[in-house]
């Protein structure tokens, strides 16, 4: 079974800029206006799935979007992320890089804002050097 991005002709029509291997579109349901998604031409869910080749083209394309935003939408930064795997919140399993352009004053949409969702805001108090030791220390052994 294929998925939405491999199935809905108008999201391939919706191409702002492309490569043989991958391809940028606008995402139906934007944080902010100009909320880019920009996937490999293979369907395949994960990082791990892509090509070196692929991982370049994703992010060449990913480069020009972002200075396309920046004239277009009046970027002045940008949130960029993938959510992997159903329990990260992957609905379509195609990967997709997501281009978030953020402008002064700006808020996102639904109260949706990755910038409270990756740094530490408000009270969080910062994790011990000792314990950051043992998290990088267990990463390192595993791979
Ligand atoms: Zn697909």
């Not at 892509?50 to 396309?68: F, K, P, Q, S, Y």
């Not at 969080?124 to 220390?137: F, G, S, Y």
Request: charged share 25%; glycine share 8%; proline share 8%.
């Amino acid at each position: 079974m294929k998925c939405a991005f491999c199935t809905i002709p108008e999201i391939k029509e919706r191409e702002i800029i492309g490569n043989d291997l991958a391809w940028a579109f606008p995402t139906n349901i934007p944080i902010t206006p100009g909320h880019t998604l920009v996937s490999p031409r293979r369907c395949v869910p994960t990082l791990a799935d892509l090509t070196d080749n692929e991982r370049v083209g994703i992010l060449e394309l990913a480069d020009e979007v972002m200075a396309a935003l920046k004239k277009s939408h009046g970027a002045q930064g940008f949130n960029m992320c993938w959510n992997e795997g159903v329990l990260a919140g992957q609905h379509v399993p195609h990967f997709h890089l997501h281009i978030i352009p953020r402008s002064e004053g700006d808020e996102g949409l639904l109260g949706y804002d990755p910038r409270s969702m990756l740094y530490r805001t408000g009270d969080r108090e910062p994790t011990p050097e000792k314990e950051l030791r043992a998290i990088t220390d267990a990463i390192r052994k595993a791979l």
